[in-house]
Structure formats: structure tokens, C-alpha cells
Nanobody
Framework: QVQLVESGGGLVQPGGSLRLSCGAS????????MGWYRQVPGKQRELVAG???????NYVDFAKGRFTISRDNAKNTVYLQMNSLQPEDTAVYYC??????????????WGQGTQVTVSS
């Protein structure tokens, strides 16, 4: 059974930082592209950052220079370090594991999400 479990969300003041973690089980983690997405009510889920099996990283524009994605294959965990947080970063953050780019599977998986609230 595949499980992705996010943690690290919470309430932070503007300008603050949070580090999200997503632990995976039931998959060969090193063969999955890992991504962080976020969603606010009434809007579509959007990509924040992704890291492939080779460690190549991509960020969407709002994340560049503020957020850092990383992975630890030995711990089956992907991280998202978020700095200089602003109220517009408030959202539920989701972890995604996708085996399709590497041909390791047919379906991707999602975590349950962790709430990030940026407010003074």
C-alpha cells in the first residue's frame, strides 16, 4: 500500500519559514519524480516545485529564490524549505510521487496535504 505523509505545515508570520516533509512508503522512492503542489479553495492545484530521479529540479516562478526542494532517497523523503513566506503562500500543500517519467509505474500518488497559513 502506497502512502505519502506530509508534515511540517502550520501558522507562520509573514517573512517566516517552514520546512515541509513528505515521507513515502510502498514505492521504490528513487524511481519516482517527486513534486510539491499547493491549492487554495476555489482554485486549481498548482505545481510549486519538482525534483526528478537524477536530482534535476524545477521551480515555478513564485517559488524561485524562496523555496528549495530536496530529496533523501535513503529516507524515502522529499522536503520543501520555504523562506520569506507571504500571505499569498497560504494554501494546502500536497506531495506527489510520479513513476511515469522513469517508466517505473502507471499511476501517480498524492499525500493528504498539510495546511500552511501565513498571517500576522
Amino acid at each position: 500500500q502506497v502512502q505519502l505523509v506530509e508534515s511540517g505545515g502550520g501558522l507562520v508570520q509573514p517573512g517566516g519559514s517552514l520546512r515541509l516533509s513528505c515521507g513515502a512508503s510502498g514505492i521504490i522512492f528513487s524511481r519516482y519524480v517527486m513534486g510539491w503542489y499547493r491549492q487554495v479553495p476555489g482554485k486549481q492545484r498548482e505545481l510549486v516545485a519538482g525534483i526528478d530521479i537524477f536530482g534535476n529540479i524545477n521551480y515555478v516562478d513564485f517559488a524561485k529564490g524562496r523555496f528549495t526542494i530536496s530529496r533523501d532517497n535513503a529516507k524515502n523523503t522529499v522536503y520543501l524549505q520555504m523562506n520569506s513566506l507571504q500571505p499569498e503562500d497560504t494554501a494546502v500543500y500536497y506531495c506527489n510521487a510520479d513513476p511515469r517519467p522513469s517508466g517505473a509505474g502507471r499511476y501517480d500518488y498524492w499525500g493528504q496535504g498539510t495546511q500552511v497559513t501565513v498571517s500576522s
